[in-house]
């Protein structure tokens, strides 16, 4: 565990005062990023890629519930953290949508996927229960707070790791897709305990809170994975550079987890059993100086720094 991820909250510190959690307005230039970003390797660019069929729809969601929550926050940090986090899921939301259009430009359609992310967003896990389910709307927040919850313990992990991915540089992907993946998986460590402190605030005490953190994480954990699949196949299915010849393949991926291109299966699998720990809080989670000091750096983050800074002269 890295010294700098222990005991840190969402809003805390690292070394240099208090931080505030703030979204960063960014922009990137998908005009000479090629369809296969990482070159001569269609698998895990794809894989990869399948974060942009599931964030813009994903991440709407989350600012949804997270609104309907916000009467239930009395505590003022963590509403200011609240509001924060939301502010930076809505801004990788917008940010990922601009890729489906820019895949989209390079005639991979991905429109008859995301219908159904957006069905299970909108439909499965709006509002209202599914099927009219007879769950009082206080517990339905809980639930969908608790799913919230655990979704940002992997992107929490996926995000420490893409900042350490040097697979990703030797293979000289992509510097516009590499920039767009830290900074999102930066921002990612930057706020991997505010859904938690969100839940554990708000889905009540005791034991019932705890077993709903863990109904959380068990329909969280198979569906990430069957929509990962189901995406991947989908992306290399319909690739339109092989012409129908590619398809998704656990070799494939594996070949992809060793030349570092792709996270382990370990690294993935060994975040929930963290998770399902009562103790556990998710400022154990990877390293917040790791990437603070990505932020500090990246050409986007810069950029729109530097914007602000000029606007505020002017």
Not at 75 to 99: C, N
Not at 261 to 277: C, D, I, Q, S
């Amino acid at each position: 565990m890295p010294s700098d991820a222990v005991g840190i909250p969402a809003g805390g510190s690292v070394g240099d005062g208090p931080r505030a959690i703030t979204p960063r307005r960014v922009s990137f230039d998908w005009e000479k990023t090629p369809l296969h970003w990482i070159p001569d390797e269609p698998t895990a660019t794809h894989v990869i890629n399948v974060l942009h069929l599931l964030l813009p729809a994903g991440e709407r969601w989350f600012v949804k519930v997270f609104k309907e929550g916000l009467p239930l926050v009395d505590d003022p940090e963590l509403l200011k953290d609240v509001k924060g986090f939301m502010g930076q899921e809505a801004t990788h939301s917008v940010q990922h949508g601009y890729v489906l259009d820019h895949l989209a430009a390079q005639r991979l359609d991905t429109a008859d996927f995301t219908k159904y992310v957006d069905f299970l967003f909108e439909k499965l896990l709006g509002e209202t229960p599914p099927l009219g389910a007879p769950i009082p709307t206080r517990e339905w927040l809980r639930f969908r707070l608790s799913v919230i919850a655990a979704i940002e313990q992997f992107t929490a992990v996926l995000g420490d790791w893409v900042l350490t991915a040097e697979g990703l540089d030797l293979a000289d992907a992509d510097e516009v897709m590499l920039d767009l993946l830290r900074w999102h998986g930066a921002e990612e460590v930057e706020h991997r305990a505010v859904a938690f402190d969100m839940y554990q605030h708000c889905g009540g005490e005791g034991l019932p809170r705890y077993a709903r953190r863990v109904a959380g994480m068990a329909v969280t954990a198979p569906m990430m994975l069957y929509l990962w699949a189901w995406g991947a196949a989908y992306l290399l299915r319909h690739d339109p550079q092989s012409a129908g010849r590619l398809r998704y393949s656990l070799a494939a991926h594996n070949r992809a987890v060793r030349k570092g291109l792709l996270p382990t299966w370990k690294e993935l699998g060994a975040a929930v059993p963290r998770y399902l720990r009562r103790s556990y809080h998710p400022s154990q989670e990877g390293s917040l100086r790791r990437a603070v000091e990505y932020l500090a750096r990246s050409p986007a983050a810069r950029s729109a720094a530097g914007a602000i800074g000029r606007a505020a002269i002017a």
